[in-house]
């Protein structure tokens, strides 16, 4: 699994002209599931990502947590991160699983971090959004569990 997070002092999801997800300061997290990914790399996703110390303390140290902090997280399925750029000009979505197998992972994915008891929201898999963003620093990271 690819997660590409950004800190955020908000953020929202509009599908179709409407709202549909919206969250203060936190994380969105948006996630591109490929054919290997297990529930296996879900769970140690979700672990990372709560626990991840992206956030200030007092003395200007990323030294919190998004839980830390009592923040939130905004996932978003993204299926391009499994893209394949390395040859050509256009790319291969070979490494990505697919559809119905993805969503089921995703949905696992969203369990472990709401289980956490940190609020989380989402988008809307599989359809085409706009994510509007105020990323805070900016500060950006990608995980990969490979």
């Not at 070979?94 to 949905?107: C, G, V």
Request: aromatic share 8%; hydrophobic share 40%; glycine share 8%.
């Amino acid at each position: 699994m690819i997660a590409l997070l950004q800190r955020v002092s908000k953020a929202s999801i509009e599908v179709e002209g409407k709202k549909v997800s919206e969250i203060g300061k936190g994380i969105v997290v948006f996630i591109g599931i490929q054919k290997q990914d297990s529930e296996k790399d879900a769970q140690y996703l979700a672990n990372k990502i709560i626990n991840l110390r992206i956030f200030e303390d007092s003395e200007g140290k990323m030294n919190l947590s998004v839980k830390d902090i009592s923040g939130e997280i905004m996932v978003v399925s993204e299926f391009t991160l499994a893209g394949d750029c390395k040859k050509g000009l256009r790319p291969s979505f070979d490494r990505a699983m697919p559809p119905l197998q993805a969503q089921k992972l995703y949905n696992q994915f969203i369990d472990f971090l709401k289980n956490t008891g940190i609020s989380v929201k989402t988008g809307v898999f599989k359809s085409y959004m706009h994510v509007y963003l105020v990323n805070e620093g900016p500060v950006t990271f990608i995980l990969n569990t490979r």
